[in-house]
T-cell receptor, first 110, second 127 residues
Framework: QSALTQPASVSGSPGQSITISCTGTSSDVGSYNLVSWYQQHPGKAPKVMIYEVNKRPSGVSNRFSGSKSGNTASLTISGLQGEDEAEYYC??????????FGGGTKLTVL | QVQLVESGGGLVKPGGSLRLSCAASGFTFSDYYMSWIRQAPGKGLEWVSYISSSGSTIYYADSVRGRFTISRDNAKNSLYLQMNSLRAEDTAVYYCARGFGGYCSSTICYVGGFDPWGQGTLITVSS
């Protein structure tokens, strides 16, 4: 299973908005509305920020939002804060019975 | 509160075996799909396997199929991963995670995401 494609890094200033893309194929991202996004701070376990493309778990800031168009899913963070600096991973089903993660995107808050 | 605690990690020689455990608390374990996800040092996340709430449905990544076996004991609120024929490339932090959300079609169920995750346990495969 090939990893989904994410940019290696993105950056933004406090208060700005950024978008992280997650590009797959018609066999994974394009086939399922089951894309999830995870935030991971150094040395910590990942935390889900978005599930099923655009649903936000309770307790996650509404500054985080998700969307999908065709084979590409996106995570948008608005009103950037220093605490958002972390690695972000997308995840999707591929072929109904397996899951694949993106390679990860390091977000730097300038 | 909802908590997952992994154990069983350590140093093992190539070709060796290890069994990981994940103790769940704070929720009805038997109601949820569970998964193992790993992260090699300095690398990204890699899904390994997941198991349905009853244990009747199991899926594996190609990289571990035939070598790893996932199982669960709902009476003990525990998830396991038996790892055999270990290779250097299996070196990673192994996380257990609870599946949530998702939906079922007529033939298959999907999880929407994973939450929470345990703190992870490190497996090092080296001679």
């Amino acid at each position: 299973q090939s990893a989904l494609t994410q940019p290696a890094s993105v950056s933004g200033s406090p208060g700005q908005s950024i978008t992280i893309s997650c590009t797959g194929t018609s066999s994974d991202v394009g086939s399922y509305n089951l894309v999830s996004w995870y935030q991971q701070h150094p040395g910590k376990a990942p935390k889900v920020m978005i599930y099923e493309v655009n649903k936000r778990p309770s307790g996650v800031s509404n500054r985080f939002s998700g969307s999908k168009s065709g084979n590409t899913a996106s995570l948008t963070i608005s009103g950037l804060q220093g605490e958002d600096e972390a690695e972000y991973y997308c995840c999707s089903y591929v072929g109904s019975t397996t899951l694949v993660f993106g390679g990860g995107t390091k977000l730097t808050v300038l | 509160q909802v908590q997952l605690v992994e154990s069983g990690g350590g140093l093992v020689k190539p070709g060796g075996s290890l069994r990981l455990s994940c103790a769940a608390s704070g929720f009805t374990f038997s109601d949820y799909y569970m998964s193992w996800i790993r992260q090699a040092p300095g690398k990204g996340l890699e899904w390994v396997s997941y198991i349905s709430s009853s244990g009747s449905t199991i899926y594996y990544a190609d990289s571990v199929r035939g070598r790893f076996t996932i199982s669960r004991d709902n009476a003990k609120n525990s998830l396991y991963l038996q790892m055999n024929s270990l290779r250097a490339e299996d070196t990673a932090v192994y996380y257990c995670a609870r599946g949530f959300g998702g939906y079922c079609s007529s033939t298959i169920c999907y999880v929407g995401g994973f939450d929470p995750w345990g703190q992870g346990t490190l497996i090092t495969v080296s001679s």
